[in-house]
T-cell receptor, first 115, second 112 residues
């Protein structure tokens, strides 16, 4: 079965620090996409970053970057210069590019940024 | 404004009383999904649809039905709700399955 594991249920860091959220996944497929979504207290889900598995270069979006290790099936999210507005649940997900197109999600990591 | 709308936002009902949660998007997206979110379990996909008249089961389809008669609408139907369907439900859409998913605001359902 294809699964996503986020091993850190909750993390907290001081404002301006760097934090890394871990995500591992399990699949035998080679063509897939990986995502990080953020859910702040407002409950609105927002895409943070996306990575195509065939691309070796790690995706970045401003203060957000990923460390994609395909062989290890690892897809961690690094948040640099963390801000209070980064406080949220963060979900890792992946999509296999086959006829199924089902999205598989992790259980989430609750990130708290302390002032 | 590009958006996904869900109605109702909050619903309290009783076991066995059929209900429908509506979902509509105005972005001409092909891919639409329904999720339920439960504490400690994250998001679980209930059903998804690649296009009009094409729907597929996700991880937890039991007890739910969907239809996709028009591209913009993807209602979720609970024919006979039970207390274990108490949850937070999200509808989402994207242009392609691998594209950015745009989520609705969520529907909080309580089944007594």
């Amino acid at each position: 079965a294809q699964t996503v594991t986020q091993s850190q249920p909750e993390m907290s860091v001081q404002e301006a620090e760097t934090v890394t959220l871990s995500c591992t996944y399990d699949t035998s497929e080679s063509n897939y996409y990986l995502f990080w979504y953020k859910q702040p207290p407002s409950r609105q889900m927002i895409l943070v970053i996306r990575q195509e598995a065939y691309k070796q270069q790690n995706a970045t979006e401003n203060r957000f970057s990923v460390n994609f290790q395909k062989a290890a099936k690892s897809f961690s999210l690094k948040i640099s210069d963390s801000q209070l507005g980064d406080t949220a649940m963060y979900f890792c997900a992946f999509l296999i590019m086959d006829s199924n197109y089902q999205l598989i999600w992790g259980a989430g990591t609750k990130l708290i940024i302390k002032p | 404004e590009a958006q996904v709308t869900q109605n109702p936002r909050y619903l309290i009902t009783v076991t066995g009383k059929k209900l429908t949660v509506t979902c509509s998007q105005n972005m001409n997206h092909e891919y639409m999904s329904w999720y339920r979110q439960d504490p400690g379990l994250g998001l679980r996909q209930i059903y998804y649809s690649m296009n009009v008249e094409v729907t597929d089961k996700g991880d937890v389809p039991e007890g739910y039905k969907v239809s996709r008669k028009e591209k913009r609408n993807f209602p979720l139907i609970l024919e006979s709700p039970s207390p274990n369907q108490t949850s937070l439900y999200f509808c989402a859409s994207s242009l392609r399955p691998y594209g950015t998913q745009y989520f609705g605001p969520g529907t909080r359902l309580l089944v007594l």
